[in-house]
């Protein structure tokens, strides 16, 4: 008698209780700055640790940022990879949440690399891609004016935002891209996002978005946005431009669910 009984309570007990909650969770691209000073350093990472990011993308991350990074975060994001160097081309992605792979590419036609990740969140996968395209004012030949690198670099991006497209054709997996764009929404390099399917966090509901750079290191306002975070099979819920930090670009972060 005893069995059965058991059998019939513990039947009740699974069809009373509530389906298992989704929740969504929370990215954030952040350019850190090259040669941010160690009191501009403590400022941005005041920011990550405010917002607590399930997963983070830094771009121009160096070995200065990244051992403050490990000091004040490492054991909040167990799930870390970086890449630090001197100079603007370091990068890395943490997270809270277990990564399976992780792989550094070139960004081409440019060998300024990028960084993907496939993380697992609430049992799913999902690929982050953390990538900085071609700023708009380097200079590819010393004799070239600025005039002739913004349109050197603007066709560089474009061939760069094209290659990221043509190797991520194929992949079934929901994908985060997300990182330093270094051009507006509507540059070659973001319309070929939009057209391979990825979405704009900012164009969601409750998004509070707009330029983001100069940064907090400055008393300029801020004048364009070039730091994104777009998706494909995700839903985003909130995008926000956050005014803070000790960088020259603001931090932006989503929050984003599975489709």
């Not at 060998?111 to 609430?122: Q, S």
């Not at 995008?239 to 489709?259: I, K, M, Q, T, Y």
């Given at each position: 008698?005893?069995?059965?009984?058991?059998?019939?309570?513990?039947?009740?007990?699974?069809?009373?209780?509530?389906?298992?909650?989704?929740?969504?969770?929370?990215?954030?691209?952040?350019?850190?700055?090259?040669?941010?000073?160690?009191?501009?350093?403590?400022?941005?990472?005041?920011?990550?640790e405010?917002e607590?990011?399930?997963?983070?993308?830094?771009?121009?991350?160096?070995?200065?940022?990244?051992?403050?990074?490990?000091?004040?975060?490492?054991?909040?994001?167990?799930?870390?990879?970086?890449?630090?160097?001197?100079?603007?081309?370091?990068?890395?992605i943490?997270?809270?949440?277990?990564?399976?792979?992780?792989?550094?590419?070139?960004?081409?036609p440019?060998?300024?690399?990028?960084?993907?990740?496939?993380?697992?969140?609430?049992?799913?996968?999902?690929?982050?891609?953390?990538?900085?395209?071609?700023?708009?004012?380097?200079?590819h030949?010393?004799?070239?004016?600025?005039?002739?690198?913004?349109?050197?670099?603007?066709?560089?991006?474009?061939k760069?935002?094209?290659?990221?497209?043509?190797?991520?054709?194929?992949?079934?997996?929901?994908?985060l891209?997300?990182?330093?764009?270094?051009?507006?929404?509507?540059?070659?390099?973001?319309?070929?996002?939009?057209?391979?399917?990825?979405?704009?966090s900012c164009?969601?509901?409750?998004?509070?978005?707009?330029n983001?750079?100069?940064?907090?290191?400055?008393?300029?306002?801020?004048?364009?946005?070039i730091?994104?975070?777009?998706?494909?099979?995700?839903?985003?819920?909130e995008?926000?431009?956050?005014?803070?930090?000790?960088?020259?670009?603001?931090?932006?972060?989503?929050?984003?669910?599975?489709?």
């Open positions: 008698m005893l069995a059965p009984l058991l059998a019939v309570l513990s039947l009740f007990q699974a069809t009373e209780d509530p389906p298992r909650p989704t929740w969504p969770f929370k990215a954030m691209a952040y350019n850190v700055l090259y040669d941010a000073p160690a009191e501009d350093i403590e400022k941005s990472l005041e920011v990550i405010k607590k990011p399930d997963v983070l993308c830094l771009r121009e991350l160096t070995p200065t940022f990244a051992k403050a990074f490990r000091k004040r975060l490492g054991k909040e994001y167990p799930h870390t990879v970086l890449t630090p160097r001197r100079g603007t081309w370091g990068m890395g943490a997270s809270r949440h277990p990564l399976l792979r992780t792989e550094s590419f070139p960004e081409k440019h060998r300024i690399p990028g960084m993907e990740a496939d993380v697992k969140l609430g049992g799913k996968r999902m690929k982050v891609v953390c990538v900085h395209l071609m700023a708009p004012g380097a200079k030949i010393k004799t070239d004016g600025l005039l002739e690198s913004l349109e050197k670099n603007a066709k560089l991006r474009a760069q935002g094209k290659a990221l497209m043509e190797r991520y054709a194929n992949e079934k997996a929901p994908i891209l997300l990182g330093d764009m270094n051009e507006g929404r509507q540059a070659d390099a973001m319309k070929t996002f939009a057209t391979a399917g990825f979405t704009h164009d969601g509901p409750s998004a509070s978005c707009g983001t750079w100069p940064g907090a290191n400055t008393a300029l306002p801020a004048v364009v946005e730091d994104h975070i777009l998706g494909r099979g995700l839903t985003f819920s995008a926000r431009v956050l005014r803070s930090g000790g960088s020259d670009h603001f931090p932006v972060r989503a929050l984003f669910n599975f489709r």
